[in-house]
C-alpha cells in the first residue's frame, strides 16, 4: 500500500472522529457487505478509492467458508492505523477507529458546546424563580428563556417574530405546529406565547404577556350600571343587559345539573368553569393559577379526569382594577389526548379576544385555534353567545365522540336565557 492511500485513509479516520464528537452517528455499511452467506465478520474497512486491489488475494477456502482468508499485506503497512473491532460477538456495525496520534480532538466542539443554550444561564423572573406555564400532565414547568437570543435591549410588548428568530424556535421546538403543544417562552424573565398568522410561519406573533401582581377581586363582564348591579345572584338579566360573570356561571351551574341527570359519563369528563376562575388561570400569579387549574381538573380523589374544559374568556385587567371588561368570548379545551390539547376560540365579535385567549390556552397547554362562530349584531349580547354556545357544543359531544364543533350557524335566544337564569 502506497503512503498516499495512508495519508487518505488517517484524513478519512480524523472525519470519521470528528463526526462522532459532534454526536453524528458512523454510516451503515452498504448493504452488499452483508451479503456473504454466512459470513461472521464483523467489520469490513472501505478501500480508497485508488487502491490496487491486485495487492490483495482472493478467498482460498472451501465452498461456504467465511473466514479462512488472510489478506496478503504490503510491507510497509502499519496496522496501527486500521480499526480493532469493538462490538459485541454478532455485531455488524459497532465499529470505532483508532484515531490518529496526531488528531486534537480539542480543536472540534462538544455537541454541548453546540447548542445555543448551552452555556448560558436562565434569566430568572423578578420573583427570583423563571417563569412557568401548566404542561398537558398539569404540572407546572419551567419556561425556556430565549432572551440570550434577543439581548437585554429588548423592548417587551407583543409584536412580530423577528426573523433570525424563526429558526431557532423551529429548531427548538418551540413554533406551534399540529404536531407539537405550543409551548409558553420566556424573554429576559417576561413570558410570550407564540401564535401563527394567515400565512403561517411567516406571520409568527410573540405574544406578550406582563406578569401580574395579583388578580383582582372585582367583577368582571358588566359595567357598573347595568341594571342589575345591585343583584349578584345571577337569575336578574335586563333586555340588553351585559352579562357579568354571575350570570355565566349560574348558567353553567344550571347545565351542569342538567348534564348530570342526562348523560353523567360526560358529566364527569366536563368542566363548565366559573368565570373568575378562568380568569385566575390565564392572568393570575404563577402559584394562584397552577392552584386554580387542579380545582378545575381534579375530581375529589385528586385525578385529573377532565377532558372537556368550557372557559369563558374576558378582557378584563389583570392590573387596572377600571378595567372590568367589555367582551366575553369562550375557550373549548378539548384535553382527549393530554399530550397534544386543543384550544378551540369561539369569539363573536371576531378577533376581540385574541390575546386573553391567547394567554389562557398557553397557560394551560393547548393549542390554539380559531373557531367558526356566528357574529353578534349588537353590542351587548357577547355573553349570551358564550352560553347558548356552551350549550350547543355540549349536545354534539353527547351525541357522538368526533362532534362538529362548528357553530356558525349558531342562533341565541336571550329571552330563553332569561327565562332560565329566573328559575
Request: aromatic share 6%.
Amino acid at each position: 500500500m502506497s503512503l498516499v492511500s495512508l495519508k487518505k485513509l488517517g484524513q478519512y479516520l480524523r472525519v470519521v472522529e470528528a463526526n462522532r464528537a459532534l454526536g453524528v452517528a458512523f454510516p451503515e455499511r452498504p448493504s452488499q457487505e452483508s451479503r456473504l452467506a454466512g459470513s461472521s465478520l464483523s467489520w469490513s474497512p472501505r478501500v480508497p478509492s485508488d487502491f490496487d486491489p491486485s495487492e490483495w488475494p482472493t478467498p482460498q477456502g472451501p465452498a461456504g467458508s467465511s473466514s479462512t482468508w488472510s489478506p496478503r499485506v504490503p510491507s510497509d503497512f502499519d496496522p496501527s492505523e486500521w480499526p480493532t473491532p469493538q462490538g459485541p460477538a454478532g455485531s455488524s456495525s459497532t465499529w470505532s477507529p483508532r484515531v490518529p496520534s496526531d488528531f486534537d480532538a480539542s480543536m472540534w466542539p462538544t455537541p454541548q458546546e453546540m447548542r445555543d443554550d448551552a452555556q448560558s444561564a436562565p434569566v430568572l423572573s423578578p420573583a427570583g424563580r423563571p417563569p412557568f406555564f401548566i404542561a398537558p400532565s398539569g404540572v407546572s414547568q419551567e419556561l425556556e428563556d430565549i432572551g440570550h437570543l434577543v439581548g437585554d435591549d429588548w423592548q417587551h410588548g407583543s409584536q412580530p417574530v423577528p426573523d433570525f428568530l424563526l429558526d431557532v424556535l423551529d429548531n427548538k421546538m418551540l413554533m406551534p405546529s399540529s404536531r407539537m403543544v405550543p409551548q409558553p417562552v420566556s424573554i429576559n424573565g417576561e413570558t410570550y406565547s407564540i401564535t401563527l398568522g394567515p400565512r403561517g410561519r411567516s406571520d409568527a406573533q410573540l405574544i406578550h404577556h406582563p406578569g401580574p401582581s395579583s388578580v383582582p377581586d372585582a367583577r368582571i363582564g358588566a359595567p357598573a350600571t347595568s341594571a342589575s348591579s345591585g343583584d349578584r345572584s345571577g337569575r336578574v338579566l335586563g333586555a340588553s343587559e351585559w352579562l357579568g360573570d354571575e350570570h355565566v356561571q349560574r348558567d353553567y351551574e344550571l347545565l351542569a345539573q342538567e348534564l348530570r341527570g342526562s348523560n353523567p359519563n360526560l358529566a364527569a369528563r366536563t368542566r363548565f368553569v366559573d368565570p373568575l376562575m378562568a380568569f385566575r388561570v390565564g392572568q393570575g400569579t404563577e402559584i394562584d393559577a397552577l392552584r386554580a387549574f387542579h380545582r378545575i381538573v381534579d375530581d375529589r380523589n385528586g385525578n385529573d379526569t377532565a377532558d372537556f374544559l368550557f372557559l369563558p374568556v374576558n378582557d378584563a385587567s389583570a392590573t387596572d382594577i377600571n378595567r372590568r371588561g367589555t367582551h366575553w368570548s369562550l375557550l373549548l379545551v378539548d384535553r382527549r389526548d393530554r399530550e397534544r390539547p386543543v384550544a378551540y376560540h369561539y369569539d363573536s365579535a371576531r378577533g376581540h379576544n385574541d390575546r386573553p385567549a391567547a394567554m389562557l390556552a398557553a397557560r394551560v397547554g393547548a393549542n390554539l385555534q380559531d373557531a367558526p362562530i356566528s357574529q353578534q349584531r349588537n353590542g351587548y349580547d357577547c355573553g349570551v353567545f358564550v352560553v347558548d354556545g356552551t350549550r350547543a357544543l355540549v349536545r354534539r359531544l353527547a351525541e357522538r365522540q368526533q362532534a362538529d364543533l362548528n357553530l356558525d350557524n349558531l342562533v341565541v335566544d336571550r329571552q330563553a336565557l332569561q327565562n332560565r337564569l329566573r328559575g
